[in-house]
């Protein structure tokens, strides 16, 4: 298996371009999580989907961010217009569950973002 | 209060020795814990999932005290290749969400 994929997995741009991140789940895998690490903040979820559904979007900062999942093996995070303070590593993961119960996240290899 | 806390450390120990790290959290109905290890520059893995009864598995093991809400890892026979920041991690209850605390480093020495 492949594992989450990301790309880009560096991007370099300047205050007020748009941003997009992209992310192919584990195929099977009915959740999907967008998260920004930081040193000062860690480990933060942005967003998360079931079955291509947005389910809870409250860890996105503001209205610049948005999140999409067309398909079952695609979703999209845009920053639009970036900021410097937006300069982070965004991790895509994904997990399969079966019925009640919690399990493994598994996580793509990020994007280092840097916002001049 | 931080939904998980835990001490970033670093911790630097000696090869071979015995080294434990403590998480707190704060909502009591959690019922999911996790630790997570993440090398530098790279993404979080799964290391372990922390049972109520405590579980082991090899050099590690896991604990759960779900009356003083903390989870805890020990590691023991440190390994060069231990270190690495351990990534506590709580699910927020009624959701799907994992909450991740900020993680503590450990540092095994030659």
């Known amino acids: 298996d492949a594992g989450v994929i990301q790309s880009p997995r560096h991007e370099v741009t300047e205050m007020g371009q748009e941003v997009t991140l992209r992310c192919k789940p584990i195929s099977g895998h009915d959740y999907l999580f967008w998260y920004r690490q930081t040193m000062m903040r860690g480990l933060e979820l942005l967003i998360y989907?079931?079955?291509?559904?947005?389910?809870?979007d409250s860890g996105m900062p503001e209205d610049r961010f948005s999140a999409k999942m067309p398909n079952a093996s695609f979703s999209t995070l845009k920053i639009q217009p970036s900021e410097p303070r937006d300069s982070a590593v965004y991790f895509c993961a994904s997990s399969q569950t079966y019925g009640t119960g919690y399990y493994e996240q598994y996580f793509g290899p990020g994007t280092r973002l840097t916002v001049t | 209060r931080k939904e998980v806390e835990q001490d970033p450390g670093p911790f630097n120990v000696p090869e071979g020795a015995t080294v434990a790290f403590n998480c707190t959290y704060s909502n009591s109905a959690s019922q999911s814990f996790f630790w997570y290890r993440q090398d530098c520059r790279k993404e979080p893995k799964l290391l372990m999932s922390v049972y109520s009864s405590g579980n082991e598995d090899g050099r590690f093991t896991a604990q759960l005290n779900r009356a003083s809400q903390y989870i805890s890892l020990l590691i023991r026979d440190s390994k060069l290749s231990d270190s690495a920041t351990y990534l506590c991690?709580?699910?927020?209850?009624?959701?799907?969400?994992?909450?991740f605390g900020t993680g503590t480093r450990l540092k095994v020495l030659a």
């Open positions: 989907f079931n079955n291509n559904v947005p389910i809870d």
């Open positions: 991690v709580v699910n927020s209850p009624g959701t799907y969400k994992y909450i």
